[in-house]
T-cell receptor, first 114, second 117 residues
Framework: DVKVTQSSRYLVKRTGEKVFLECVQD?????MFWYRQDPGLGLRLIYF???????EKGDIPEGYSVSREKKERFSLILESASTNQTSMYLC?????????????FGPGTRLLVL | DQQVKQNSPSLSVQEGRISILNCDYT??????FLWYKKYPAEGPTFLIS?????DKNEDGRFTVFLNKSAKHLSLHIVPSQPGDSAVYFC????????????????FGQGTRLTINP
């Protein structure tokens, strides 16, 4: 079974803090993704990575950065947290197969920025 | 600009009856469509998918129908069971547009399905 784990289930941070969200997958997948889920908006792609040290912007990258130093780990960084970044953050991974591969999701991190 | 839309935020169905969840898309480049199911406090899990070369795909109680001319797809669950109560997300992608095999999925807003006993 594919396992995608996220470092925290719940986080409370203050405006202006630097926030790190960690994601680890154990299936040797090449691709990893960060989404945020908001009511009425569904899941929106923030960043993704198709290889170590490679990253691509998703649909809403502003205010976020990412790091992928090892294949199994993909970190999402909020350089200076703001209240509009309060959300559920979901990490996913998939293998490289040329198209249509299933993305496997972690349980999510619910972030509250005060 | 919502390229994938699920216009029903919620749906309530009697156990044993058919559940029909709908999804519309606007981008004609999308050629692969997926449904994900999400329980509270868990990540979404893949349910079923369909390529644009087909108009129907079936997996047990779940069937997805695709109408390309209308840019519409639907998920049918027959018969509906209490364990089907969850949020369902429709997603779409363009298979030939990939970064080294990483597919960008565009998700709809989700529909909360409640199955009543």
């Amino acid at each position: 079974d594919v396992k995608v784990t996220q470092s925290s289930r719940y986080l409370v941070k203050r405006t202006g803090e630097k926030v790190f969200l960690e994601c680890v997958q154990d299936m040797d997948h090449e691709n990893m993704f960060w989404y945020r889920q908001d009511p009425g908006l569904g899941l929106r792609l923030i960043y993704f990575s198709y290889d170590v040290k490679m990253k691509e912007k998703g649909d809403i990258p502003e205010g976020y950065s990412v790091s992928r130093e090892k294949k199994e780990r993909f970190s999402l960084i909020l350089e200076s947290a703001s209240t509009n970044q309060t959300s559920m953050y979901l990490c996913a991974s998939s293998f490289y197969g040329g198209g249509g591969e299933t993305q496997y999701f972690g349980p999510g991190t619910r972030l509250l920025v005060l | 600009d919502q390229q994938v839309k699920q216009n029903s935020p919620s749906l309530s169905v009697q156990e044993g009856r058919i559940s029909i969840l709908n999804c519309d898309y606007t981008n004609s480049m999308f050629d692969y469509f997926l449904w994900y199911k999400k329980y509270p406090a868990e990540g979404p899990t893949f349910l079923i998918s369909i390529s644009s070369i087909k108009d129907k795909n079936e997996d047990g109680r779940f069937t997805v129908f695709l109408n390309k001319s209308a840019k519409h797809l639907s998920l049918h669950i027959v018969p509906s069971q209490p364990g089907d109560s969850a949020v369902y997300f429709c997603a779409a992608t363009a298979l030939y547009v990939g970064y080294q095999g990483a597919q960008k999925l565009v998700f709809g807003q989700g529909t909360r399905l409640t199955i009543n006993p």
